[in-house]
C-alpha cells in the first residue's frame, strides 16, 4: 500500500534505487569472494606452509655458528665505519645474521607458537648484546674514535628509513615464503641491521649518548618493522595459527599500534629534518636580500641549537657594506623568519681574484676547527675513562692543543702506571700535550751499581720522579749516602727541579726520593 503523501512516480523511483544498491552491493561481494577464492586456492594455496616454518624453526637456533657470524658482522661493520668505507659496511650487511632470528619472531608471532618466539627472542637479545658488546671492544681499543660520516648517518633515523623497513620487509617475507632466498641479500642491505648496532657500541665505548640513543632507535625501527611486517605477511598467506579470533583482531591491533608508535617520533624526526632544511634556503635567501642585490654569491655554515641558530656566512659581494650594519640586519630579519634567535657573523670579499682563495681559506679554517674540536672531545672521552673522572673535569685548550686531568686514585696503581697511561694516550695523539696528574704515591727508590753510578732501573726511578714532580708540583727531598745523593741531585737540577735538601747516610746504599710535604 503507497503512502498517502507520496506519488507513483516517487515510489517507482525508489525502487529503482534500491534495486540499483542491490545490485551494485551484489557485484562488490561476487568480486570480494571471486578474489579471495581465488587468493586462498592459487596463492596462498600453493605455499608449503609446513616446510616454511621448520626451515624457520631451525634457522631460528642458537649455535656457535650465529655467535661466530654476529661476531664476524660486527666487527666488518665497525671497522668500515671507523673507516669511513661504505663499500666494508655493505660487506658487513651481506652477511646479516640477525635477520634469521628476527624474520623466526615474525612467524612465530603468526602461528602462535609461543615456544618457538621465545628461543627467536632469546638468539635476537643475544645477538644483539654480543653484537654490541664487541663493537664497543673494538673501538676502546682503536686509536680512530671520530665520529665519522657513516657513524653519524645512522644517528638520526626518521620516517622514511621505518618506509624502507616496511617495503624492505614485505620483499623478504615474500621471498621466505615463496622460497625464493635469493631476495634476503637485498633485504639485508636495505634494512643495514649491523651497522646500527655498531654505531650503538662505539657510543657506548665513547660513552655519546647521541650516537648510542639514535643508532638505537635506527636498529629498534628496522627490526620492528621486519618483524611486524613479516606477521602480516604470513596471516596474509594464510599459515595455520594456535590464535582464536579474538586474539588475532588484538594482534592485529598491536601490529598496527606498534607501526604508529614508531611513526610519531620518526614522523617527528622527519620534520625537523625539513625544517632545518627549509631554514637553511630561507637563511641563504634572507642574506642575499640583506646586501639589496649587491651580493654575487653567498656561502652559510649553518648550525642548529636547541633553542637558537649560528649563521656564519662568506658573503661575495660588489660593494663592501658596513659589518656591523649588515649583521644586524641580517639578524633582525631572520629571527623574525625563523622565530628563533639567530647569532650572525659575516665575512664579506670584494676582490674577484680572491674570492676562491677566500672560500678555501675559510673552508680551511673551518674544517680544521672542527677536526680540532673532534680530536679534543675523543681525547677527553678516553681521559675521562682512565683517569676515572667526568668529562667535564678534563681542561682543555684548543689553541695550545693541551688537555690536563687529575686522575682519580686507584687501588694498586703506582706511579709509574699513571705515566704509561700518559704515554699511551699521548703516542695516538702526537699533536697535543698530554698531561695525567697522578695521586700521591710513596716515589721508587733510585739503585746504583758497584761505581756508584744509577743503574738501569735507578735512571727509569729518576726520570719517574722528575715526570711526577713536574705534574704534582710538591717539592722533593732525597735521602741516601751523599756521593748518591749528589749524583741524583744534577740529575734534577738539569731537568729544572731544584731538591728542597738532601739528607746524608751510610756511604753505601741507594737514594729514596721523598715528596716535602708540610708539617
Request: proline residues 5%.
Amino acid at each position: 500500500m503507497q503512502s498517502p503523501t507520496s506519488s507513483p512516480s516517487q515510489t517507482t523511483d525508489q525502487s529503482v534505487a534500491n534495486n540499483s544498491t542491490g545490485k551494485r552491493r551484489i557485484g562488490i561481494d561476487y568480486v570480494a569472494k571471486a578474489f579471495n577464492r581465488w587468493w586462498t586456492i592459487e596463492v596462498a594455496g600453493t605455499v608449503d606452509q609446513q616446510a616454511v616454518i621448520e626451515k624457520r624453526r631451525a634457522e631460528c637456533e642458537l649455535t656457535g655458528r650465529y655467535v661466530l657470524m654476529v661476531c664476524m658482522s660486527a666487527g666488518i661493520a665497525i671497522l668500515g665505519m671507523l673507516l669511513s668505507s661504505p663499500a666494508v659496511v655493505i660487506g658487513a650487511m651481506l652477511i646479516a645474521p640477525l635477520m634469521d632470528p628476527i624474520m623466526g619472531v615474525g612467524f612465530a608471532l603468526a602461528v602462535g607458537d609461543f615456544r618457538w618466539l621465545g628461543r627467536a627472542v632469546r638468539s635476537l637479545v643475544l645477538g644483539t648484546v654480543i653484537a654490541i658488546l664487541f663493537c664497543a671492544l673494538i673501538v676502546v681499543f682503536s686509536p680512530i674514535q671520530v665520529v665519522t660520516e657513516e657513524i653519524a648517518s645512522r644517528t638520526q633515523p626518521n620516517l622514511f628509513d621505518l618506509m624502507v623497513a616496511i617495503f624492505s620487509a614485505i620483499a623478504g617475507a615474500y621471498a621466505v615464503i615463496r622460497g625464493r632466498e635469493g631476495t634476503i641479500v637485498g633485504v639485508a642491505i636495505a634494512t643495514a641491521l649491523m651497522p646500527p648496532l655498531a654505531a650503538v657500541g662505539y657510543g657506548l665505548a665513547t660513552l655519546n649518548s647521541t650516537v648510542f640513543f639514535g643508532a638505537l632507535l635506527l636498529f629498534v625501527t628496522n627490526l620492528t618493522a621486519i618483524a611486524l611486517t613479516a606477521t602480516a605477511m604470513a596471516r596474509g598467506y594464510g599459515f595455520s595459527t594456535r590464535l582464536t579470533e579474538k586474539q588475532s583482531r588484538f594482534q592485529a591491533f598491536l601490529i598496527f599500534a606498534a607501526f604508529v608508535a614508531l611513526a610519531v617520533p620518526l614522523g617527528l624526526s622527519l620534520y625537523q629534518i625539513g625544517w632545518e632544511a627549509q631554514a637553511e634556503r630561507t637563511i641563504r635567501d634572507g642574506l642575499f636580500d640583506t646586501f639589496e642585490g649587491k651580493a654575487q654569491s653567498v656561502d652559510p655554515t649553518v648550525r642548529f641549537l636547541d633553542d637558537s641558530i649560528e649563521v656564519t656566512a662568506q658573503v661575495y659581494t660588489d660593494t663592501l657594506f658596513r659589518t656591523a650594519q649588515v649583521e644586524d640586519r641580517a639578524r633582525a630579519e631572520l629571527e623574525e623568519a625563523l622565530g628563533r634567535p639567530v647569532s650572525v657573523q659575516i665575512m664579506q670579499v670584494e676582490s674577484a681574484d680572491a674570492v676562491e682563495a677566500q672560500r678555501l681559506q675559510l673552508r680551511e679554517a673551518s674544517e680544521r676547527q672542527q677536526d680540532a674540536r673532534e680530536q679534543a672531545d675523543t681525547i677527553a672521552q678516553r681521559l675521562s675513562i682512565l683517569a676515572g673522572v667526568p668529562v667535564d673535569d678534563i681542561t682543555i685548550d684548543l689553541q695550545r692543543r693541551r688537555a690536563l686531568v687529575t686522575a682519580q686514585p686507584l687501588e694498586g696503581a703506582t706511579l709509574g702506571a699513571y705515566r704509561e697511561l700518559e704515554r699511551r694516550v699521548a703516542a695516538t695523539e702526537p699533536d697535543w700535550d698530554i698531561r695525567i696528574v697522578p695521586p700521591l704515591r710513596a716515589l721508587p727508590e733510585i739503585t746504583f751499581n758497584e761505581d756508584a753510578e744509577p743503574d738501569a732501573a735507578g735512571r727509569r726511578a729518576i726520570g719517574l720522579a722528575i715526570w711526577a714532580q713536574r705534574r704534582i708540583g710538591i717539592p722533593l727531598r732525597l735521602r741516601g749516602p751523599e756521593a748518591q745523593v749528589a749524583s741524583v741531585r744534577q740529575a734534577l737540577v738539569e731537568a729544572g727541579i731544584q731538591p728542597v735538601d738532601a739528607v746524608g747516610g751510610d756511604e753505601t746504599g741507594d737514594v729514596q726520593p721523598e715528596w716535602l710535604l708540610p708539617e
